[in-house]
Structure formats: C-alpha cells, structure tokens
C-alpha cells in the first residue's frame, strides 16, 4: 500500500521555541518515523511539501497550490492521500478541496493537532494513525478530517463539508448532527450507521480561488444597524442565531438588503435543524433573503468564495448540491 503524505505545516509541523510555537521543519517526517515505529505493515510513504504555513495565514494561493497538488497526484497509484495541515482553518481547506473534488476514487485525509508533537497532550499521532487506518480499511472515497477530541475515547474521521468551526477557545472538531463519516477505536475503523449520505456531483473541477472572496459575512449580533459598505461584495452570507434567526422587527435589516438589491448583490441564510421556523423568519422572503438548505457555515463561506472566483451563476450554485454538503 502506497500513500501520499502532502506537508503543509500547522501546529503538526511546528514546535515550541520560547513563548511561541513556530514551524519546525525537522518536524516534517515526525508523523511517518512514529507510525512506522509503531507498526509494521506494508504501507509505504511518500512525501511532498508544496507550502509550509501556520493554517490562520491561509490564503487563495495556499488553496490552489494544494488543489493543484491534489489533482496533479489523485491518479498516479496511490491507495490515499493524507494532507497535514494547521488545526484553525481545517475545515475550510477540507471544504474547498471537497467541491474540487467531489469524484475521487481514493480518499484525501486531512490531518492536524492541538499541540505540538513533542507535547504529550497532542493528537496529532492518534489523528495520522486514525487516517492511515481508515486509508488501509478502504472506508471511503472523498474528502475527510480526522480528529481526536480530548475526552473521547475515539477518532472521529469527519466528512470534508460537514464539520462545524470551532467553538469558542476551544480546539475540538465537531460534524453537524454530531454524525461523523466513521470512528476509529482500539485500532479498528468503524463506519457510522447514522451518517446520512446525499448527492455529489459527477465530475471534479479544479476552482480557482481569487485572493479577495467578495463575500461579506454578516453575524447575528444584538445592536447591529447593518450599515455595511458593499463595495467589492459580490454576495452576503448571514450567519443567524442557533435558532436560524436574526433581527428582522427594527427595519435596519431591511434596508440593507434594500441596498444589497439595488447593486443585485444576493443575500444568504443558513438554516438551522429547528422542528419548526420562528416567527421573525417568515420576513426573509419578503427582504430577498435567500435560505440555504441545512449545512454548515464552513461549507457554504467556501461554496461562495469559489462561485465568486469563478464568475459562477451564484443563486444556481448555492442551491445546488456539489459534495455532500446539504443535510436533508
């Protein structure tokens, strides 16, 4: 068995020196040297470093260059992919590759850690043997994290366009409806029964991301006027409050979207898993606010900052399915 190991550095590549974690390129081959030390199987390692950076300093040139990298060596004989890479913005690498590659015929495994390899408190040993493990099961196809949180007894391997942002100072790593793609425990990968699969498209395409995402995201927040400057906005994604709400009764929202219509710059809404709609929400239609079907923040912030790049019919894209990104 042959994998690609793709170094992008993150706290799994770095180390502490002095009052600061710092990348740390003897690090690079740290994971593979403790793997190899700990098993012997017949997985063999290959090793590529297209760019090395703490994850928060992601970019649109670090996403193309590790798309570009993914689809340069998806074909070439390898059983997996796994990609080391920063704990902070995980997630949203793992989103963008899933919408570039949403037809892959090996899985791509995104790893990280909460600390430095060095400190007994990281998971980033127990995260790489977690993706080794669901490479050499053949689990599945696409784009996963794996991640273990501190007080559970396994690694979650989460699918690439449902993991939640972190919560607040916190490093652990959430799917939406708490239902990962599988587990890995005890040295075994399981599949989660629960975890409900949808559609993806048929074909990968490789999206270019241009350096300004020309979305503007808007928080619930109570106070806010909405008196946003729409220039360089191509689109607008309003994260609402848990219950899928923001303030509709004070009529700043409402002239904002009035200015976001006369420059036909569209407005979205996220969903929330809620039995039933609030009252607040049945203004939406009425302001041209569009909701999204259920998902997450992470997945459609990337969703629109591909449709934007690539000059897609942005109102088509968001309702379309393209990686397993809708909850239905």
């Not at 690439?160 to 790593?173: A, K, P, Q, S």
Request: glycine share 6%; charged share 20%; net charge negative.
């Amino acid at each position: 068995m042959k994998i690609l190991v793709v170094i992008t550095g993150g706290t799994i590549g770095s180390s502490v020196e002095g009052d600061y974690t710092s990348l740390d390129i003897a690090k690079n081959h740290a994971l593979i040297k403790h793997y190899e030390s700990k098993f012997i199987d017949d997985v063999t390692f290959e090793t590529m470093s297209p760019y090395r950076i703490l994850s928060e300093n992601l970019t649109s040139n670090e996403l193309n260059l590790l798309t570009d990298c993914i689809a340069q060596h998806k074909d070439k004989g390898y059983d997996g992919i796994i990609v080391t890479h920063g704990t902070d913005t995980l997630q949203y690498s793992s989103a963008a590759l899933s919408y570039c590659f949403p037809v892959l015929e090996l899985p791509v495994v995104l790893v990280s850690a909460n600390f430095p390899l060095d400190n007994p408190l990281s998971n980033g040993h127990q995260n790489f043997e977690a993706a080794v493990a669901f490479i050499k099961a053949k689990g599945g196809n696409g784009v996963f994290a794996s991640y273990k949180n501190r007080h559970s007894d396994k690694t979650d391997i989460h699918l690439g366009t449902r993991m939640y942002t972190h919560l607040e100072n916190l490093d652990e790593v959430y799917s939406i409806g708490s239902q990962p793609y599988a587990y890995y425990k005890d040295g075994k990968t399981e599949l989660n029964e629960k975890f409900t699969k949808t559609t993806s498209a048929q074909e990968n395409y490789t999206y270019r991301f241009e350096n300004k995402t020309g979305v503007l995201v808007i928080s619930s927040l109570p106070g806010d006027n909405f008196a946003y400057d729409l220039s360089g906005v191509k689109s607008v994604l309003i994260r609402p409050y848990h219950s899928g709400t923001i303030n509709t009764s004070d009529g700043c929202l409402k002239a904002f979207c009035e200015r976001a219509k006369e420059r036909d710059i569209p407005v979205f809404i996220l969903r929330a898993d809620v039995c039933a709609q609030y009252e607040s929400t049945s203004a939406f239609e009425q302001m041209g606010i569009i909701p999204l079907p259920l998902s997450t923040f992470v997945s459609q912030y990337m969703k629109l900052w591909i449709a934007n790049s690539n000059n897609l019919d942005v109102r088509g894209f968001m309702q379309t399915e393209i990686a397993q990104e809708f909850i239905r």
